[in-house]
């Protein structure tokens, strides 16, 4: 998307259809799951506009029925594979407290990913995990005590020496902004941007090595891409 989104605000709906940009099986690539077979059920629409984002979640126009989309998870979902990643976009922009609760009666564990910029009232649940990556200088106040990880995209150049984290905005390029900080205690990934450059994003590659080794966080990739996988 890059920045040319449109910003999409949270829905007001019973979760009974969601906006759906796809829907397939691969490997979790990053963080708390990385290397783990899932289904992504990516869900359409960004509240956000990250100038440095390349994921589409605009170009479809798929939305099914609750039954139809449990139906077309299950369709793709071998028996090996028990991980639902719920991610966007924003996926909390939607009501998909119907599909998770879904997802949770069949036995499966469902990881949301999100930018913490927007709640949602989801069951409590040990199967159910929160994946926050902050975009924002400030976490709902409702999301923060749900969170299960906080992972960070980080850029040469563009951290806090205090504590490795960003100061850029991801909504205007070389913006300042100090990014939401995670909840103390919590679990702490790095991730290098992916700038579209090899030598930038090398650059990036090295800075989160030695800002995970500095401040014991923990260096995750972009699995999937390495692989040529979605």
């Given amino acids: 998307m890059y920045g040319n989104n449109p910003m999409r605000p949270q829905e007001d709906s019973d979760g009974q259809k969601l906006w759906v ?3 397939f099986y691969t490997l979790q690539g990053e963080a708390i799951f990385a290397g783990q077979p899932a289904v992504f059920v990516r869900l359409g629409g960004c509240n956000l ?10 170009s479809s126009t798929y939305n099914p029925s609750l039954d139809e989309l449990v139906a077309h998870v299950e369709s793709v979902r071998p028996a090996v594979c028990d991980l639902i990643v719920i991610t966007g976009g924003e996926p909390l922009r939607q009501n998909i407290n119907p599909f998770v ?12 990913e999100t930018s913490g910029s927007l709640n949602l009232d ?23 005590p749900r969170i299960s990880a906080f992972k960070y995209v ?4 563009e951290t806090d020496p205090q504590d490795g984290l960003p100061v850029m905005s991801t909504q205007k390029r070389d913006m300042a902004a100090r990014i939401a900080r995670p909840v103390e205690g919590s679990r702490v ?6 700038d579209q450059d090899p030598e930038r ?7 989160c090595a030695r800002i995970a080794m500095t401040f014991g966080y923990t260096l995750t990739l972009q699995t999937h891409k390495l692989l040529g996988i979605n």
């Fill in 122 to 144: 989801l069951p409590e649940h040990p199967r159910l995990f929160f994946l926050c990556s902050p975009k924002t200088t400030k976490l709902h106040p409702g999301i923060a």
């Fill in 154 to 157: 980080v850029a040469l150049g």
């Fill in 21 to 23: 940009q796809e829907v």
């Fill in 201 to 207: 994003n090398r650059a990036n590659m090295q800075e």
């Fill in 49 to 58: 506009r990250c100038y440095w984002c390349d994921t589409d979640f605009e």
């Fill in 101 to 112: 609760t879904r997802l949770l009666e069949k036995g499966l564990r469902v990881q949301i």
């Fill in 189 to 194: 990934y790095v991730m290098p941007r992916d």
